[in-house]
């Protein structure tokens, strides 16, 4: 290259980013790292508190053997069944949002193009399911320090406290929200194609199984 002669801003065959763009791309990797945190400590919580099913079934188990037989019963051992499948209801529901297997109608979602399905996600974890986690935790928090405060007991004789389980619609709206935020960020980067979609095989099963449907009721 002759002297004075200007250098090239970048490299032939090299794309130009901006300062902006490298540093948009550098915070969505970040990112993406935290979100692999949150699904890791998601699966982790899910897999062990799904056991809880196993022992509610024993405790249930146990209560009707005994009052069958010697005609003894407590509310407690009742209620203590009700506890323990709460836990895994409002614990593991973040497990289930990340499995994508929380209820849905398939056979309509399926049949839009996944760029819509895409932008439907993203509008319904921002503006849905978000702000309702926002909002269970801050009304439940008032109503979780009230029980906690009188020490609420059940009204049943020999019941259980009561602020234990109210504890669990907070526990449970916060770990909601957590993995809300790892699939609002994994979904972004997916549209981005940062990622592949992790879901893909999913909903590819689905699709033949919504085509299957269709081409039976056509046959009709």
């Not at 146990?62 to 209801?89: P, T």
């Not at 949002?97 to 209820?103: G, K, M, S, T, V």
């Not at 399926?110 to 801050?138: A, E, Q, S, Y």
Request: proline share 5%; net charge positive.
């Amino acid at each position: 290259m002759l002297a004075g002669q200007d250098k090239p801003p970048y490299p032939r065959g090299a794309v130009k980013t901006g300062r902006g763009g490298n540093r948009e791309g550098i915070s969505l990797q970040s990112l993406l790292k935290l979100s692999r945190g949150i699904d890791a400590f998601t699966r982790w919580v899910g897999k062990r508190l799904a056991w809880l099913i196993l022992v509610a079934v024993v405790v249930a188990t146990i209560n009707a053997i005994v009052r069958k037989s010697f005609d003894v019963s407590s509310n407690s051992w009742l209620e203590l069944q009700w506890l323990l499948f709460s836990i895994v209801f409002l614990l593991c529901a973040p497990w289930t949002l990340l499995d994508n297997e929380h209820i849905r109608i398939d056979i309509v979602s399926n049949m839009m193009k996944k760029r819509l399905r895409d932008w439907i996600d993203v509008i319904g974890h921002t503006f849905f399911l978000i702000p309702l986690c926002i909002v269970m935790i801050i009304t439940g928090g008032p109503f979780f320090m009230r029980s906690v405060e009188v020490n609420e007991q059940s009204s049943n004789a020999g019941g259980l406290p009561q602020w234990p389980a109210k504890s669990l619609i907070i526990i449970g709206f916060v770990f909601l929200m957590v993995q809300g935020i790892s699939e609002l960020i994994k979904r972004i980067a997916v549209m981005r194609g940062l990622i592949p979609d992790p879901h893909a095989t999913q909903v590819h099963a689905l699709e033949a199984e919504v085509e299957h449907l269709i081409e039976a009721i056509e046959k009709r």
